[in-house]
Nanobody, 116 residues
Framework: QVQLVESGGGLVQPGGSLRLSCAAS????????IGWFRQAPGKEREAVSG????????YYSDSVKGRFTISKDNAKNTVYLQMNSLKPEDTAVYYC?????????WGKGTLVTVSS
């Protein structure tokens, strides 16, 4: 069964850190373009970060640049999003996405809440 499963979300205080993980099964992440998206309550889903499959180029939205880092462990078939200096406005459900051979895969999301 092809699926992406996110984990690592939770409640964190402003200024804190979390690392999200996205484990893939049923397919290999190596040749896939991958990304993290988020959706805050009452808002549209937005792209947060991306990683190209061929040259390792990364993308970060302006709102997270310098604070978030995307990475991939091909041996574990897992994608990560390291989130530092978290702000209340980072509160959202975070989704992992992979694009492989024209097919789009989404995880079910993990909730991140930044609050004191």
């Amino acid at each position: 069964q092809v699926q992406l499963v996110e984990s690592g979300g939770g409640l964190v205080q402003p200024g804190g850190s979390l690392r999200l993980s996205c484990a893939a099964s049923g397919f290999t992440l190596g040749p896939a373009a991958i990304g993290w998206f988020r959706q805050a309550p009452g808002k549209e889903r937005e792209a947060v970060s991306g990683l190209s499959y061929n040259d390792g180029n990364t993308y970060y939205s302006d709102s997270v640049k310098g604070r978030f880092t995307i990475s991939k462990d091909n041996a574990k078939n897992t994608v990560y999003l390291q989130m530092n200096s978290l702000k209340p406005e980072d509160t959202a459900v975070y989704y992992c996405h992979a694009l492989l051979d024209g097919i789009s895969y989404w995880g079910k999301g993990t909730l991140v809440t930044v609050s004191s």
